[in-house]
């Protein structure tokens, strides 16, 4: 038990000891030889408590957690990676020319996506991406497609990395993504998944 082993207890034990050993060594009897255990062994017991206490005091202190690094948020349009080379390359594979597919209110001439590209928005969202289109890129893509039929949608789940995709708003894609997809990565799918779009709603034509 604890207190047994309290310095307090020992001497006293090793006090009883010495007194035994005095009182029983003419005798030399049974209490004599107890008194000597008592001294002996409450003696090695004080000794290993005082050098124990002498030692370095030793903390258990546990491993410190390595933090995740924290993700850089992005914000920037199409226009400003198209020097990325892979983007460069999406962009060149595009339609080469994009009509007017909607807003027949008023006309607007053809363009290209490189044009469309500085209204073309990717952001990084808490999980995953977000694709966000600006009135210059209404005109030549059907904001108002079934979600079931929209190609953006089918190319975006069509890829591994991407868990689900869906229509936030009607001017904003939402991309929730499985497996981490670098910025460059996810523009030239954006970039894709617009072509495949406009194409549709072109009626498969590209001019």
Do not use: C
């Not at 207890?9 to 090793?14: D, E, F, P, T």
């Not at 339609?95 to 909607?102: A, G, I, L, M, N």
């Not at 363009?111 to 969202?125: H, Q, R």
Request: charged fraction near 25%.
């Amino acid at each position: 038990m604890g207190w047994t082993r309290s310095p307090w207890m020992r001497l006293i034990a090793l006090a009883i000891g010495v007194a035994l050993v005095v009182t029983e060594v003419g005798e030399r009897g049974a209490f004599f030889w107890l008194g000597i255990a008592i001294v002996v062994l409450n003696g090695i017991g004080l000794v290993a408590m005082v050098l124990a206490g002498s030692g370095p005091a030793v903390v258990a202190t546990e491993r410190p957690e390595r933090p995740e690094p924290a993700r850089e948020e992005v914000d920037v349009t199409l226009a400003e990676l198209r020097d990325l080379p892979s983007v460069a390359q999406a962009l060149a594979a595009a339609p080469p020319q994009w009509r007017q597919v909607t807003y027949f209110d008023d006309a607007f001439d053809p363009t290209d996506l490189p044009w469309l590209a500085d209204y073309v928005w990717l952001t990084t969202e808490d999980d995953g991406w977000g694709l966000g289109l600006g009135d210059e890129v209404k005109p030549y893509v059907d904001l108002d497609m079934d979600e079931s039929d929209d190609p953006v949608l089918t190319v975006f789940t069509a890829d591994p990395r991407v868990a689900t995709a869906y229509h936030e708003d009607r001017e904003v894609y939402r991309v929730e993504t499985g497996t981490p997809m670098t910025t460059e990565e996810f523009a030239v799918l954006a970039i894709e998944a617009l072509s495949a779009h406009h194409l549709r709603a072109a009626g498969g034509q590209a001019t």
